[in-house]
C-alpha cells in the first residue's frame, strides 16, 4: 500500500486525489490518499454562500466548458446532470469606457460599429495583419505584446480590462507566455492573431461542413458553467467520491524528506509518515513547508506574488433599478479612474442567484493596481463600490443586502520571468521525485487549469509508483 498525502482541499488538492484513486485503481496500484487542509473546510477559493434567499460565490462562480476538463471531471463525478449553463445573454460581456458601457463586440461587424475604440485604434488594430511575427525569446509583458502588436488603445481597453478581469493582475508585470499561452503560440504558429482567426474560422467551417465539427453560437470564449447550488457543488462533489480521508482544520507546518517517503508536521504537533506527497497549496504556503527541506524551492516560490481581491455582494429589489442588466456585467479600464475592477451582474448570469423579485450584483474591488483596497474599512469598500455602480449604471439607492469577502492572496501573479522561475523550481526538486507540485500558481489560474493540472500531477505520481515497484 502506498500512502499519498496530498496538501490542500482547494479544486486542485482534491481533482489531484480524485485522479489518483481513479488512475491508481486502472493501474491496479494499492494506494491510500490523504488529503491535509489547513481551513476547517474543503473547496479552498471555491465557496458558495447562501443567505437570505440571495446565493454569493465568495470566489469562483463558474467554468468555461471551451475546455473538458472540468466537464469530464463532473461526468465522472456523475454530477453533470445538475450542471446549470449561464443564461444565453450572459454571452453580453460590456467594458466602461469614455462614461458609458459599450458591448464587447463579438463579431468584426459589430465591431467596425463600435464606439469602444475610436477609428484611429481601429485602423491600428487592423494594422495586427502586417506586423511581423516577434523573433527574440525574451519573456514579453502582456503590455508590451499589446503595444506592439494591437496598439495602445486597445491595450487599454481591451487587454488591461481582460487581464484584471481573470487575475486582477496589472498588464505591464504579466507574462504573456505564462499568463495566455495560446494567445503566445498563435502569433508563433500564425504570424498573428488576426491571421490567425481568419485561418481557424476557415478550418471550422470546412470541418462543420465536412461533419466533424459542430457550429457554436458561443464562441471561443465558451459558457460560464456551475450548479443550482452554486460551483461549491463541484468541489463538495469530489470531496465526498474520495475513497481517502480528508483531514480539515490542521495545516501542514513542514515536510521533512525520511529514507523512503517524508514526514509531515502539522500545526497541532502531529507527525504524519508518507510514501509520496503532492502539494496543492498557495505558494508562500509551500514555500514555508519546504523551507528546511529545499531552500532553492522555497525562494524561487516566494517569487510567485499574489494579487488582493475585494468581493462585494450588494442585492437590490428588481424595482429599485432602472438600469437593463440584461448581460454578464462590465469591466473597467484603468484610465477611468474607478474604485472597482467591474460588477458582475450574477443574478443575470443564473437566475436563482437572488430570490423572487431581487437582483444580485457582485463587484470586484483591489487586484494589483490598487492593493490598498484589502485595508479599507468595510464602511470604506461600500461606499466605493456604491460610488461607481452611481456612475456607471446610475444606482442612487443603498443595497438591501450587503456581503464582503476578502482575499488577502486572490490570484498568483505570472508576472515576467515566471516560466523560467518554474524550469529553476523544477531543477531545484530533481533530488525528490515523490514530492509532486501542483495548483494554480504554476500553469494556469482557471478552474479548468487546475484540473488539467491535477490530472497531469495524478499522472507523475502513478509514473513514480510504477518506477518505485521495478
Ligand atoms: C474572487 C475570485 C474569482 C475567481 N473567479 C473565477 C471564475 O469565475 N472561474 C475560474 O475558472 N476561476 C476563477 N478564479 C480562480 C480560481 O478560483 C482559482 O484559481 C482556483 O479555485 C484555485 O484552486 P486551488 O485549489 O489551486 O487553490 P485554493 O483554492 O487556494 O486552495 C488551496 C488550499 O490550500 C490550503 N492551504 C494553505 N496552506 C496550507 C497548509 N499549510 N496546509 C494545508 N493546506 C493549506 C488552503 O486553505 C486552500 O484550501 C477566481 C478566483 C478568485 C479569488
Known amino acids: 500500500m502506498t500512502h499519498i498525502a496530498i496538501i490542500g482541499a482547494g479544486i486542485s488538492g482534491l481533482a489531484t486525489a480524485y485522479a489518483i484513486e481513479h488512475q491508481a485503481k486502472q493501474a491496479e ?13 474543503t473547496g479552498g477559493k471555491i465557496l458558495s454562500i447562501k443567505d437570505d434567499g440571495f446565493l454569493c460565490e465568495w470566489g469562483p462562480n463558474g467554468f468555461l466548458d471551451n475546455k473538458p476538463m472540468t466537464l469530464d471531471l463532473c461526468h465522472q463525478l456523475q454530477i453533470d446532470q445538475q450542471l446549470l449553463r449561464s443564461d444565453d445573454n ?22 467596425l460599429k463600435s464606439k469602444l475604440i475610436s477609428w484611429p485604434g481601429k485602423f491600428r488594430l487592423a494594422g495586427e495583419m502586417v506586423i511581423p511575427k516577434r523573433q ?43 499568463c495566455f499561452p495560446r494567445i503566445y503560440e498563435l ?92 502539494t496543492a497549496a498557495p505558494a508562500y504556503a509551500v514555500a514555508n513547508m519546504l523551507d528546511q527541506l529545499n531552500d532553492k524551492s522555497s525562494t524561487l516560490l516566494r517569487q510567485i506574488p499574489y494579487a488582493t481581491m475585494n468581493v462585494i455582494c450588494f442585492g437590490y ?53 490598487n492593493s490598498a483596497a484589502i485595508d479599507f474599512s468595510e464602511d470604506q469598500v461600500k461606499a466605493r463600490t456604491m460610488d461607481d455602480l452611481t456612475q456607471i449604471m446610475g444606482i442612487e439607492s443603498e443595497p438591501d443586502f450587503v456581503k464582503i469577502f476578502r482575499h488577502r492572496h ?39 487549469d487546475c484540473v488539467h493540472a491535477a490530472n497531469q500531477a495524478a499522472t507523475k505520481v502513478i509514473a513514480r509508483m510504477a518506477k518505485r515497484r521495478e
Open 90 to 111: 450572459a454571452r453580453k460581456r460590456f467594458i466602461y469606457s469614455d462614461r458609458t458601457l459599450h458591448q464587447l463586440p463579438e463579431n468584426g461587424f459589430s465591431f
Open 317 to 369: 429589489q428588481r424595482e429599485q433599478i432602472s438600469f437593463d442588466l440584461n448581460g454578464f456585467g462590465y469591466l473597467i479600464p484603468k484610465a477611468e479612474g474607478c474604485n472597482t475592477l467591474g460588477t458582475l451582474w450574477d443574478s443575470s448570469i443564473f437566475s436563482n442567484r437572488a430570490p423572487e423579485g431581487m437582483v444580485l450584483l457582485r463587484s470586484m474591488m483591489g487586484g494589483a493596481a
Open 136 to 178: 527574440n525569446e525574451k519573456d514579453e509583458t502582456l503590455a508590451e505584446f499589446g503595444r506592439r502588436r494591437l496598439g495602445s488603445e486597445a491595450l487599454d481597453k481591451l487587454i488591461s480590462p481582460m487581464v484584471s478581469g481573470i487575475f486582477a493582475g496589472d498588464p505591464e508585470t504579466m507574462s504573456l507566455k505564462s
Open 410 to 448: 486572490a490570484i498568483p501573479q505570472y508576472t515576467r520571468g515566471h516560466a523560467q522561475r518554474l524550469q529553476e523550481l523544477e531543477e531545484s526538486l530533481q533530488g525528490s521525485p515523490d514530492l509532486i507540485l501542483t495548483g494554480n500558481a504554476f500553469y494556469g489560474v482557471g478552474l479548468n
Open 29 to 41: 496500484f494499492d494506494v491510500e490518499t490523504l488529503v491535509v487542509e489547513k481551513e476547517p473546510r
Open 187 to 278: 502569433e508563433q504558429e500564425y504570424g498573428g492573431l488576426i491571421k490567425a482567426m481568419l485561418k481557424l474560422a476557415k478550418k471550422k467551417r470546412a470541418e462543420v461542413k465536412a461533419g466533424k465539427a459542430v457550429a457554436s453560437a458561443a464562441g471561443p470564449g465558451g459558457v460560464l458553467t456551475s450548479f443550482s447550488g452554486g460551483i461549491q457543488e463541484l468541489t463538495a462533489g469530489v470531496a465526498a467520491a474520495l475513497a481517502g480521508k480528508i483531514l480539515t482544520g490542521n495545516g501542514v507546518q513542514q515536510i521533512e524528506q525520511k529514507e523512503d517517503g517524508f514526514f509531515l508536521n502539522l500545526e497541532d504537533g502531529q507527525q504524519l509518515e508518507v510514501d509520496m506527497v503532492v
